[in-house]
Structure formats: structure tokens, C-alpha cells
């Protein structure tokens, strides 16, 4: 067992209540990179999930569905969250429980987990306040974020811990490629919050490769797709739009390693991982969102814009960007990935966070 300040008696048995266990899905699979990131920390970890796909996790852990791939009601997969939990609880005791993404399961199984002396830890990095999000962050012993403006709430039990990019998978290539024209990399849903539009219009009289990595999310209709491919065939802009759709993270990384640029233009509130993965390949990342500011540092002028609907300041950006030579971008790009490694990287996230869910409190380095 890796060594860590928290004693080993006080990390025998993890619970971790996950919102989907895939590692192939293209948005949440790379919670089976966390989950293995923390096993090693624990004689054993239980995973409650709602959804259960392709696993690939460590030998000590053992993972378990509410069943919402079976197609259960939410009923039904209410009655086996409380079944589950029920067994798992009285068969194990637990040193902690951590809940990624899991508001609702944070607040459901809070009162079950407090009577049995366990603290729950929850990881919630949204702009949306609902329900579950204020009840998780009453019952919850912390709550733990990327970054204070990534929790919608004001509360003393926040502590902001970076967002876990795997910088040994996120990584420039080994052989890097230099595309021409320049290519400008996008890896988002399909949603006006997004703004893939706005990129569409800054980048119209460019010279580049326009990639859209990425769908639309379950549940969502297909109206802000249809609106890009409307402006892409107003715009005739055919032969430099390419949308990839949803890929998995071997592709993704792939399409950020042939950028020119990437592009995040998600709000003040989103602190998009999908940024700092771009810059973990050392990608000159443009972004919309302050909380970048620690990591765009002396390049924020020409990094950051002052909205994400700012197509102009965007258009000027990236002009700029592709005046560089490619030894100046490579430089840029460095800056970057050196800050995500220094403050966003799964290593420091994993050690952090056990401290917070034993201790409450940050460690001091």
C-alpha cells in the first residue's frame, strides 16, 4: 500500500458512490482512472453506481449497480440503491465514502452512512444548483471541487483540490505532427453552453481545420447540432468543419495532439476539464472561464477572452496564435502543461483528497 500521512488502520475500506462506472464512456470514463488512483490507498474499495459498463478496475475493487443499464425505473433503482447500500454497510465498516458527481446519492445514503459512523466526502464541479446539490452540501462532511468557482453554493466545507487530469495519458505526442492549415480543436457536448457557434463565427475568414469532438448529451435533443450544421452550410464551410462526434480517450488525445490550438469556451462556473487536458498535451489552450487565470499566467492576454460569446477577441486570438512560429506555440504550450501538472494532476488530486476525506481539512505542504 502506497505510503500516505493518514495511517493504514484509517484506510482499510473505501466506499465510492459514482454517478457512471464505463471506461468507455466518452464523458465519464475517466472515472475509472480515479477509482484505480485511489485503490491502492485502500485494502479494499465498493463502488455503488448507477450505471455499470465496461470495467477495468483495479483487483481490490468491487463495483455495484443500481441498474439503470438494465433499464430499471428510478423506483426500482431507488429500491436497490437502499438495498445495496443496506448490505454493503452492515457487511463492511467503512473509513470513508467519497461521492463523485453524486449529489443524490450523497444526500440518500448520508443519514444509512452517518449512523454507522461513516463521513461522506462529495465531489460536485457544476454551475447547476438543484435538490440534491443543497442537501449533499448539508449532510455531506465536505464538499471538495476543482475550484471555489466550480461548487454553486458558499459553504465552509468546500475545499478545492484541482480537477485529477491523468498527465501520464494526457501527454504531447512522442512524435509530434504539424498540420496545415492550422487546426483549431474543440472537445465539448454538443450545447449552446458550449458555444460551438461562436467559434464557428470568429473562425469563418481563418485559414484552418475546424474540429468538433463530441455529441449531444443523453437526454437532449438534436436542435443546437442541426443550428451548427445550418451555419456550416450557410457558411460553406464544408472543407474546414470536420464533426468527429464522440470518441473514446485514446482519440480524443490523438485530436489534441495534432492541434494547432484548442478551444474551451465554457463560463465563468464550468471549469472544464476537457481545457486542461489540452494543455496537459501542450496545446496553446484558448479559454473564456477566469478560473483558468493561475495556469494561462503571463499568456492570459493572449489566451483568455473576455466571454465565451466574444467571437471577435476569439478571432483575434487565434489569428495571433497562428502568427507564431511553432517554437513559440511549442513554448506556450509548455507553460501550460507544466501548470497542469503542478496543480491539476491525478497524482496530487488523489493525495489531497484522502486527506480532506479523514482529516477535513487540505494538507499542508
Known amino acids: 500500500m502506497p505510503v500516505h500521512p493518514i495511517p493504514e488502520k484509517n484506510r482499510r475500506r473505501l466506499l465510492i458512490f459514482n454517478l457512471r462506472t464505463d471506461a468507455d464512456d466518452h464523458i465519464l470514463g475517466f472515472t475509472t482512472q480515479w477509482i484505480n488512483a485511489l485503490a491502492p490507498y485502500y485494502e479494499a474499495v465498493d463502488v455503488l453506481t448507477t450505471h455499470k459498463?465496461?470495467?477495468?478496475?483495479?483487483?481490490?475493487?468491487?463495483?455495484?449497480?443500481?441498474?439503470?443499464?438494465?433499464?430499471?425505473?428510478?423506483?426500482?433503482?431507488?429500491?436497490?440503491?437502499?438495498?445495496?447500500?443496506?448490505?454493503?454497510?452492515?457487511?463492511?465498516?467503512?473509513n470513508a465514502c467519497f461521492a463523485h458527481m453524486q449529489p443524490l446519492f450523497a444526500s440518500l445514503g448520508a443519514p444509512l452512512l452517518t449512523l454507522r459512523g461513516v463521513a461522506t466526502t462529495t465531489w460536485y464541479t457544476h454551475r447547476q444548483i438543484n435538490r440534491s446539490v443543497v442537501w449533499a452540501e448539508r449532510l455531506s462532511f465536505r464538499i471538495v471541487s476543482a475550484v471555489e468557482s466550480s461548487f454553486p453554493l458558499q459553504t465552509a466545507k468546500l475545499r478545492p483540490l484541482g480537477?485529477?487530469?491523468?498527465?501520464?495519458?494526457?501527454?504531447?505526442?512522442?512524435?509530434?505532427?504539424?498540420?496545415?492549415?492550422?487546426?483549431?480543436?474543440?472537445?465539448?457536448?454538443?450545447?449552446?453552453?458550449?458555444?460551438?457557434?461562436?467559434?464557428?463565427?470568429?473562425?469563418?475568414?481563418?485559414?484552418c481545420k475546424i474540429i468538433f469532438v463530441g455529441d449531444i448529451p443523453d437526454g437532449y435533443d438534436d436542435a443546437y447540432k442541426q443550428r451548427l450544421h445550418q451555419i456550416v452550410d450557410e457558411t460553406d464551410m464544408h472543407e474546414k468543419v470536420i464533426f468527429a462526434g464522440a470518441q473514446n480517450p485514446e482519440q480524443v488525445r490523438e485530436w489534441y495532439q495534432s492541434a494547432t490550438v484548442?478551444?474551451?469556451?465554457?463560463?465563468?462556473?464550468?471549469?472544464?476539464?476537457?481545457?486542461?487536458e489540452s494543455m496537459a498535451c501542450a496545446v496553446p489552450t484558448i479559454v473564456s472561464n477566469p478560473a483558468f487565470a493561475p495556469l494561462t499566467g503571463h499568456h492570459q492576454a493572449l489566451l483568455h477572452i473576455p466571454a465565451p460569446d466574444d467571437a471577435d477577441s476569439l478571432r483575434d486570438r487565434l489569428t495571433h496564435l497562428f502568427a507564431l512560429s511553432n517554437d513559440e506555440r511549442q513554448h506556450i504550450g509548455e507553460v501550460l502543461q507544466f501548470g497542469v501538472h503542478q496543480q491539476h494532476s491525478l497524482d496530487s488530486l488523489v493525495f489531497k483528497l484522502i486527506y480532506v476525506m479523514h482529516t477535513g481539512n487540505l494538507p499542508q505542504f
Open 53 to 94: 459498463g465496461t470495467l477495468a478496475v483495479a483487483d481490490n475493487v468491487t463495483v455495484y449497480s443500481t441498474g439503470r443499464e438494465d433499464g430499471l425505473s428510478r423506483p426500482q433503482q431507488l429500491a436497490r440503491f437502499y438495498q445495496r447500500l443496506g448490505t454493503l454497510i452492515t457487511k463492511h465498516h467503512y
Open 163 to 207: 480537477h485529477g487530469i491523468n498527465t501520464e495519458f494526457f501527454a504531447p505526442s512522442a512524435k509530434p505532427t504539424r498540420k496545415q492549415p492550422p487546426r483549431i480543436v474543440q472537445v465539448a457536448r454538443l450545447t449552446d453552453i458550449k458555444h460551438q457557434h461562436i467559434l464557428l463565427e470568429a473562425s469563418r475568414e481563418l485559414d
Open 262 to 276: 484548442a478551444v474551451n469556451l465554457s463560463p465563468a462556473g464550468l471549469f472544464d476539464k476537457a481545457a486542461l
